[in-house]
């Protein structure tokens, strides 16, 4: 039975907005005073660990015009200039609202160049009338008036690029890096946040010193959100839909079998709202379960990319629970893998985010799903 007293978005699979989102407080407070002091930052996580939820949790806070340039599907540079030029269309229509006035604001600040603006029927359109130059060169033009703009209307603003790892795999001679660091030290009207997901890939861009992004951010990593305060999110909405709080079993049960990573706890907890009484540890094992036997094809042709080797130490790390001392005598042992070989799988497992290594030194599988498939196995 579905309980409707509550939207299904109160545990969103995509982004947390509003009552959906969950603590990340301090997270918050950091990334606003870097928004407002005009530092650059960069969040990291893995993916779907909320990055771009609180990107925009805190934007919203700041109520600056703002444009979120998701790089996820860009494939070269063209593809990078085309999503800057859509995000500032929809960055100018949320400084102007009205069609008109938003199109007259873009065409002034565009005269005189290649860059135009076409009004539609649901957006404001940015695009390049002829392609002589780079998309680099397009891109710099684009952002040097943007900053103009910014200073006429005295608003400030704020640029969000999503996915940011992938600029540096499709931009060879770093021309596009070189173009938003330039812009990002000069502005006095424009915050830049930058996000990713594939740490292995932010480390070269960001931590490279003959790369131009190289010490130019400031740095929020997020962890999985504590017990604590999931707990004290999820007995609220227990008690607004049940009357109720989740037993601590219940509790245990959840945290356990999704491993605090907030999808697949968001997951778990949208699930709940099909429940017509009180969920229970039983309820929460017969959720995960039904997902992972829904899953599992999908798993198995994710890891049918890995080598034979990388698919046994993380079989392993799964059903071992991880281990401090991946090359010690004990885990080689229980890995029937010789050293050179687990060091080897370990550096790529890493690399690609299927492992992970907390504060302690402790190295775990990163995905819950995959870490139940393979244990099931």
Not at 227 to 241: C, G, L, M, T, W
Request: glycine share 4%; net charge positive.
């Amino acid at each position: 039975m579905i309980n409707n007293r509550l939207p299904f978005d109160i545990f969103p699979l995509s982004v947390a907005m509003g009552k959906a989102f969950c603590n990340r407080q301090s997270e918050t407070e950091n990334l606003k005073t870097f928004i407002l002091h005009r530092r650059p930052v960069l969040l990291v996580s893995p993916r779907r660990y909320g990055k771009t939820s609180l990107a925009l949790h805190a934007i919203q806070q700041t109520d600056f015009p703002y444009a979120q340039i998701d790089l996820f599907s860009a494939v070269d540079e063209l593809d990078i200039e085309r999503a800057i030029l859509k995000g500032v269309g929809k960055l100018i229509f949320r400084m102007e609202s009205i069609p008109k006035r938003a199109l007259a604001l873009a065409s002034d600040i565009f005269e005189g160049s290649q860059i135009r603006a076409v009004l539609n029927k649901i957006e404001l359109s940015i695009d390049i009338n002829r392609r002589k130059e780079k998309p680099a060169y397009h891109v710099l033009d684009l952002l040097e008036r943007l900053e103009r703009l910014s200073e006429k209307t005295n608003k400030r603003i704020i640029l969000f690029f999503d996915e940011f790892q992938c600029i540096g795999e499709i931009t060879p001679n770093h021309a596009m890096e070189s173009v938003l660091r330039q812009v990002a030290q000069l502005t006095k009207y424009i915050s830049f946040i930058f996000s990713g997901s594939n740490r292995h890939l932010l480390h070269e861009l960001f931590d490279d010193r003959n790369r131009p992004f190289y010490k130019l951010c400031e740095r929020i990593t997020l962890d999985r959100i504590s017990e604590e305060d999931y707990e004290r999110h999820i007995q609220k909405f227990s008690q607004s839909v049940w009357k109720s709080e989740l037993s601590s079993r219940t509790l245990d049960c959840l945290f356990t079998y999704s491993g605090r990573h907030p999808y697949y706890l968001n997951l778990i907890c949208s699930r709940f709202l099909l429940e017509k009484n009180l969920p229970d540890q039983e309820a929460v094992e017969k959720i995960w379960n039904q997902y992972v036997f829904e899953e599992r094809s999908s798993v198995a042709s994710e890891l049918e990319l890995l080598s034979k080797n990388q698919r046994k130490l993380l079989t392993v790390l799964s059903r071992t629970d991880g281990t401090n001392s991946p090359l010690g005598r004990e885990f080689i042992q229980r890995a029937n893998m010789s050293k050179a070989t687990i060091d080897q799988s370990l550096t790529f497992l890493e690399k690609k985010d299927y492992v992970y290594k907390n504060e302690e030194g402790h190295i775990g599988v990163l995905d819950p799903l995959i870490k139940t498939v393979l244990s099931n196995l």
